[in-house]
């Protein structure tokens, strides 16, 4: 029997009256994925409305989705830009419409909008298991690199450093400096590289804070931390270090030791990090420190646009929301 041909309309960029459709496709999405990877128990939870909100305002323009002949969503595309870091996701095609070219149509969109932004780091990460995933993005130009492990440790034992400060504790002047002390310091470590807009719409949202390390004008590293819960009505069980930076393995290890004391102060019983295993070292020395692998997944990017790692330093930027 001759059905109509399916089409989908958008880019468009997608608000907060969107959240509950993003919401439902992302959980149908995932869900779908996992029980085709063989995890036909896992069912994917709706995310938090507030990171969400904190995805859609981090993404501005590049917040994308796509409507289908009943103007229902059937695709979004969440492409992000940290100075000239590129990076796309959360992304999803609804199940129903995962064969029809829909899939590399929402790629190819955030690619030329990022690329337009004249990023020099443009990737993604996916779930190193899902073959399929990783072959689809490959014939798009994506290149295969290293594991972004998710590692957490619990705060009831971490040790409380000296010498840190929570921005939410100091006066405006204070802040300030602080502020322009991490851009410096992201700036010497990856040229290019801002995480002003996430430090500032995490401080606007409520979502958390930045621990800074190291007396005033000689900060040695910060992380940008998370304690709203991902999944909706979730517990806060749970922080998140989403951008972290240091002068060293021992700056980074102080860093932590800062955040995962704050988390404690919020009521979180874990810290968690995204441990780029390019940095072998910095790896070796959370295992001894007493983080424990959680989750893995496969960073790419774009051929050409590399995700590179300083000289000296550590330097982590989370490519999830």
Known sequence: MWQPEKSARGPVVATERDIPALNRLFSEAFTDRYRRDG???????????????????????????WRDESDRLVAFNMAHRSGTEGWMGPLAVRPDRQTGGLGKTIVLAALEWLRSRSVTTLGL????????????????????????????????T??????????????????????????????????????????????????????????????TGFALCHSAPLPENGSRDESRV?????????????????????????????????????????YRALVRSGFRVRWTDLRMT???????????????????V
């Open 39 to 65: 995890l036909v128990g896992v069912r994917v939870p709706f995310l938090n409305p507030a990171i969400w909100r904190y995805a859609l305002a981090d993404a501005g323009e590049g917040a994308m989705l």
């Open 125 to 156: 990460e996916t779930m190193p298991r899902t073959v399929d995933n990783i072959g689809f993005y490959s014939r798009l130009g994506f290149v295969p690199g290293h594991l972004t492990l998710t590692m957490t440790t619990e705060t009831a």
């Open 242 to 282: 989403l951008k972290i930076a240091a002068v060293s393995l021992d700056a980074l290890l102080a860093v932590l030791d800062a955040a995962a004391a704050w988390a404690r102060a919020q009521g979180a019983r874990r810290l968690s990090v995204r441990c780029q295993t390019s940095y072998g070292e910095a």
């Open 302 to 320: 774009v051929a050409g646009f590399p995700d590179t790692a300083p000289a000296s330093g550590v330097i982590w930027s989370n490519w999830e």
């Open 158 to 219: 971490a040790r409380t450093p000296g010498g840190f400060e929570a921005l939410q504790t100091l006066g405006e002047a204070e802040r300030d400096g602080r502020i322009a002390e991490i851009a410096a310091l992201v700036t010497r470590l990856s040229p290019g590289t801002d995480f002003g807009h996430e430090i500032e719409l995490t401080r606007e949202l409520r979502l958390g804070d930045v621990v800074a390390v190291g007396p005033p004008g000689g900060l």
